[in-house]
DNA sequence: CGAAAATTTGACATGACTCAACTGGAGTGG
DNA sequence: CCACTCCAGTTGAGTCATGTCAAATTTTCG
């Protein structure tokens, strides 16, 4: 589906546009391609743009001052995806946004995201929801976090990205639940077995 | 200073309403005084109401299958507090809200709160802003679990909620931390030593 | 094909948990 | 106002989950 079409069908699942105002929306979004292992972001840069993942998979990540690598979450088509920090206060990224597979996201500056949340009402409004929607799955991922062994994670996670599963690097997963690749083989092999 | 006042002064940061508009909003904030140890919102209940906390300190947790209980988060004077899944469709809370200390929290209706949202663009923008406040303190949150030791979280949050950590036990903080009560106070002695 | 990257395996180390006993302070009722 | 109870916090012994490191193996990809 064109990038454009995801986008709008994201937007009208939540709030309605009228036909001028998602003229307003599509041409305020602009296409980027990447290809696998390709940065959107990268720690220290500023980032000014919010982003739409019209296909592909890329993973938010932030790098600790041991140099490992914690990944928050892995993005698919139909996610918004940023350092939503360094967007909102305007300062350096920490964390940094590369593609896993070749993607299509949607860019919106900043500057033409406050206008068009000036124009339209249902703007603001589709944002709170995404992100109140946004907010209630970070908050289940810290709960399980905290509440899950390592094997029950991998589990759940399993349930949850079955469909990207295969994509995703097994390390990669291993760092978005949190574990050494090493303890992840252990608890496939022993699953397996 | 009065619960309202607290309130608009709250929006206030964020957006500019006219004085009707103020005026609307208060009207649609009802004021709750809890005691220590009162629920304000009991996992299984349905949460129809957006709260916000005029002054004291309550906690939101869940407790897991096995019966332990895991801190989200202790919201404190000027915090916005909620099972905002359960809000957001309706569904029984998974969550409990309950008072630590003494405290004041306005609550308004689902209802209420979506005909504000209907009459009053910046309402809109004001819930979209303090979600993706939120939202970036969560992502904080899960980025310091997933990358520091018992030891580190502590230090760190003795340091973040340096005004409220006598008001806490030490076995709420142990929840919140995601340790047991015994290894906090291992890891205390050992600093004290 | 060959090199680099990802995964597996195993030995060992350690941080955090469990359980049980003990201490000390804050109510509470006689 | 004392004795008692209850709850939070501490301490220590033993255990378990997960991490570290190193090496072997498999997969990916130029």
């Given at each position: 589906?064109?990038?454009?079409?995801?986008?709008?069908?994201?937007?009208?699942?939540?709030?309605?546009?009228?036909?001028?105002?998602?003229d307003a929306v599509c041409q305020a979004f602009h296409p980027?391609?990447?290809?696998?292992?390709?940065?959107?972001?990268?720690?220290?840069e500023y980032s000014n743009h919010m982003r739409f993942i019209?296909?592909?998979?890329?993973?938010?990540?932030r790098v600790d001052d041991a140099g490992n690598e914690h990944?928050?979450?892995?993005?698919?088509?139909?996610?918004?995806?940023?350092?939503?920090?360094?967007?909102?206060?305007?300062?350096?990224?920490?964390?940094?946004?590369?593609?896993?597979?070749?993607?299509?996201?949607?860019?919106?500056?900043?500057?033409?995201?406050?206008?068009?949340?000036?124009?339209?009402?249902?703007?603001?409004?589709?944002?709170?929801?995404?992100?109140?929607?946004?907010?209630?799955?970070?908050?289940?991922?810290?709960?399980?976090?905290?509440?899950?062994?390592?094997?029950?994670?991998?589990?759940?996670?399993?349930?949850?990205?079955?469909?990207?599963?295969?994509?995703?690097?097994?390390?990669?997963?291993?760092?978005?639940?949190?574990?050494?690749?090493?303890?992840?083989?252990?608890?496939?092999?022993?699953?397996?077995?």
């Open positions: 589906m064109d990038a454009h079409q995801a986008l709008l069908q994201n937007i009208g699942k939540y709030v309605s546009l009228t036909q001028a105002e998602q980027t391609e990447l290809k696998k292992k390709e940065y959107l972001l990268e720690a220290g019209a296909s592909g998979c890329l993973k938010l990540f990944i928050l979450f892995f993005g698919m088509g139909g996610w918004w995806v940023n350092d939503l920090y360094a967007y909102l206060t305007e300062t350096p990224a920490t964390y940094s946004l590369q593609a896993i597979t070749n993607s299509v996201v949607l860019q919106i500056h900043r500057h033409d995201l406050d206008r068009l949340f000036d124009e339209i009402h249902m703007m603001d409004r589709f944002f709170r929801m995404k992100t109140q929607k946004g907010y209630v799955a970070l908050q289940e991922r810290t709960t399980r976090t905290m509440s899950l062994s390592a094997e029950q994670r991998y589990a759940d996670f399993v349930k949850r990205y079955r469909d990207m599963e295969q994509q995703i690097p097994q390390y990669m997963i291993a760092s978005y639940l949190g574990v050494t690749p090493e303890h992840l083989s252990a608890i496939r092999s022993k699953n397996t077995r």
